[in-house]
């Protein structure tokens, strides 16, 4: 072989080994672009849905039916709704609790929107002392136990409320939920209690009750902001930690909500650290659904829930990659 041809051949070899060194790499490069991808695709831990209390003023005012809320949620964007009772006082009245139920479950099948859950209020004091009183507001619950089964829901959420002593009302709410959430597990149905004022804004008290229950269908539902455990005219006299309350709660959570008040210009809550709350939710290992419950007065309803929504997509997303 002349000096022509061993230079020739040499050529082609350097010519294929940088072209197979070139695909390597370009290969590597794209394998390490598609692992980048992914990891930016990662799902959320959690699913976002929206609280019925976030458009109350709507409602309240006659601006916005009642049974308008399935498509709203969806016009919204969210994929799950959780009722508010106190909203439909006046359908009950009018139509039964029946046809309320039936219109619901129809708007929520037509819009395409999964029932989570029904925040019942102004049913009697599940923490009475008194005995009549308390198996009165146990009866009074039973109703929405049945229209949370009738909705496809799986909770109601109930408030834990009574007179007394820490004490005295600690043991009076175990004696109420437990005899709840006997008939509820009947129906497939799960009994959660707020942190919604009084001793129910204690996370160590109210854990405490869910310890003494003792029931898989009894628990919590976290709410971010909740946390005024007693009220005076011009604010909140004695508070709660809200991230300590929140840890405490979230051994239990069945569902969790978060309060939105109003939003500073990089649209965080001016009230609530959502990177460090959610993070809490996180490390409970938590993966159900969040529900958006804003509460501001500064924004108009709508702006305010899709502000929460954003606030929610933009940390959930940071915390699960």
Not at 217 to 233: A, Q, W
Not at 239 to 250: P, Q, S, T
Not at 263 to 287: C, H, P, S, W
Request: hydrophobic letters at 35%; a neutral charge; charged letters at 25%.
């Amino acid at each position: 072989m002349n000096l022509k041809q061993s230079l020739h051949k040499t050529t082609g070899v350097i010519i294929v080994l940088s072209f197979l060194a070139f695909s390597a790499c370009k290969k590597s490069k794209e394998n390490t672009t598609a692992s980048i991808e992914k990891k930016k695709e990662q799902p959320m831990f959690f699913k976002i849905s929206l609280a019925q209390w976030s458009l109350h003023k709507r409602i309240g005012s006659g601006k916005m039916s009642p049974f308008d809320f399935a498509k709203e949620a969806n016009a919204l964007g969210f994929e799950a709704i959780e009722y508010v009772s106190g909203l439909y006082n006046k359908e009950i009245k009018e139509l039964g609790i029946d046809a309320v139920v039936d219109t619901l479950k129809a708007e929520s099948e037509k819009y395409g929107v999964k029932n989570l859950l029904i925040m019942v209020d102004g049913e009697g004091n599940l923490a009475s002392s008194d005995e009549n009183e308390l198996n009165a507001a146990v009866e009074n619950h039973k109703k929405w136990v049945d229209a949370a089964q009738a909705l496809g829901c799986h909770s109601i959420r109930v408030n834990a409320h009574g007179k007394g002593t820490y004490d005295e009302v600690l043991k009076q709410a175990v004696i109420g939920l437990t005899k709840l959430s006997e008939y509820a597990k009947t129906k497939g149905i799960n009994v959660l209690v707020e942190n919604h004022g009084g001793f129910t804004s204690n996370g160590k008290w109210l854990a405490t009750v869910m310890e003494k229950v003792n029931m898989p269908n009894c628990g919590t539902l976290p709410d971010f902001g909740n946390f005024c455990i007693k009220r005076k005219s011009d604010g909140c006299e004695d508070e709660y930690d809200k991230y300590k309350g929140v840890k405490e709660l979230m051994p239990y959570a069945i569902a969790v909500s978060a309060k939105s008040y109003d939003f500073d210009e990089q649209g965080n809550d001016t009230r609530i650290d959502y990177t460090k709350m959610l993070q809490i939710v996180k490390d409970a290992g938590y993966t159900g659904f969040i529900g958006v419950e804003y509460e501001g007065s500064k924004l108009d309803e709508k702006v305010g829930i899709l502000a929460t929504k954003k606030l929610l997509l933009r940390v959930g997303k940071k915390l699960s990659n």
